[in-house]
């Protein structure tokens, strides 16, 4: 009982056991935050992740669209509600 009060009286060992407390609990980046930050970085490489895969879809569809004359008119039509001048354009809105 004797040796196991001197060894946790020692101050080396106070002091240790005082850092480690202070960096585990205490301090601004304890390993609770730690933990949180990987977590979000990990959140953040899959949207990166889906955000680059749909960027090369929306490139690949892009360079088909400028090089089909059809689908351009195509997409003008639908997207932007373009015609030709002997047509007339209805424009149906469900409720």
Do not use: C, H
Request: hydrophobic share 40%.
């Amino acid at each position: 009982m004797r040796k196991l009060f001197k060894i946790t009286t020692n101050f080396y060992v106070l002091a240790g056991s005082f850092f480690l407390l202070w960096m585990i609990f205490i301090d601004s980046n304890n390993l609770v935050n730690q933990f949180k930050l990987s977590r979000k970085l990990n959140e953040l490489e899959d949207r990166k992740e889906y955000f680059l895969e749909r960027k090369a879809k929306i490139k690949e569809e892009r360079e088909e669209l400028m090089n089909n004359p059809e689908l351009m008119e195509k997409f003008a039509r639908e997207k932007y509600f373009m015609k030709k001048e002997t047509e007339d354009l209805y424009v149906i809105v469900k409720k």
